[in-house]
């Protein structure tokens, strides 16, 4: 029996207590409703200030978050403290950086990451469609998100790149402006005039319709191989890889047949035997004797 007297008494105050509690409850409700009016339109106020800049839709979502979280951690605060007048602005901020430091401690990768998102959305540099490589990987950005970046390889696959990779290692952007430079090697033989070569390697390369030549067109005697003189051949073209691949097609072909034309030699490796003896010969259609 006295058990059951002391539940009752028990029921009976936190009943009386959640009744002088309503109160508070209501005005606590009321702030919530408050913050959520005002956290709509502190967003609208945000998107007509954020859309006037250039910055990335990716990023426009991020500032969109930051201020509505912000609003609505306050709100929270003021209800908490309207609802539990014991609860000061010191114990909540401490109970706050504990938990902040254990949750950065447990997902450190994470925050990694996302960090590292809106450091790379800040940049002016790596834009959607921009063609890439970094850490072996080459492709097209076509997605940047606060965690990782959509990679479309130039073979069609889809890669997932966390962001910490993209921020923490060089990253080589090819489609940086509209054009970039381009080289071939090409040989000719030792008994070949070397000017009159290059200027015929010039012509050649100049009359290629993906060429800039008016960004200049440099032909370099680089080396002397084992069956050739090279030329190191430099042009300016499109900069994103298939416009590469199809401008070096062309000049290779128009080097080929200017090369043709003025009958200037691309050897095969040459292979020279040398020996120390005399090696006997037979004449043709007598074996008998052998000639030195």
Known sequence: MDYIATLRTQLQEMGEGFIESLPSLAIAFFIVLITWIVARFAVKISDMIVGRTEIRASLKTLVDTAVRLS????????????????????????????????IGFAFQDIFENFFAGILIMLRE?????????????????????????????????????????????????????????????????????????????????EGV?????????????????SSSVDFLVRWWSGSTPRAGWESKDKVIRAIKSALDEAGIEIPFPYVTHTFKETVPVSRLGDTSKPTP
């Not at 319709?209 to 191989?225: H, R």
């Open 71 to 102: 609003i609505w951690v306050i709100g929270l605060f003021i209800a908490a403290v309207v609802v539990m007048p014991d609860l000061t602005p010191a114990s909540l901020l401490a109970g706050l950086g504990i938990g902040a430091v254990a």
């Open 209 to 225: 319709d993906d060429v800039l030549a008016s960004k200049g067109i440099d032909i370099f005697a680089q080396e002397f191989n």
């Open 125 to 205: 540099k790596m834009r959607i469609g921009d063609i890439i490589e970094c850490e072996g990987i080459t492709g097209k950005v076509e997605h940047i998100t606060l965690r990782e970046t959509h990679v479309r390889k130039l073979s069609g696959e889809l890669t997932v790149v966390p962001n910490s990779v993209l921020f923490k290692n060089p990253v080589e952007i090819l489609t940086d402006v509209d054009q970039r430079r381009h080289d071939v090697v090409i040989g000719v033989s030792y008994d070949t005039n070397l000017d009159h070569a290059s200027k015929v390697i010039r012509r050649a390369v």
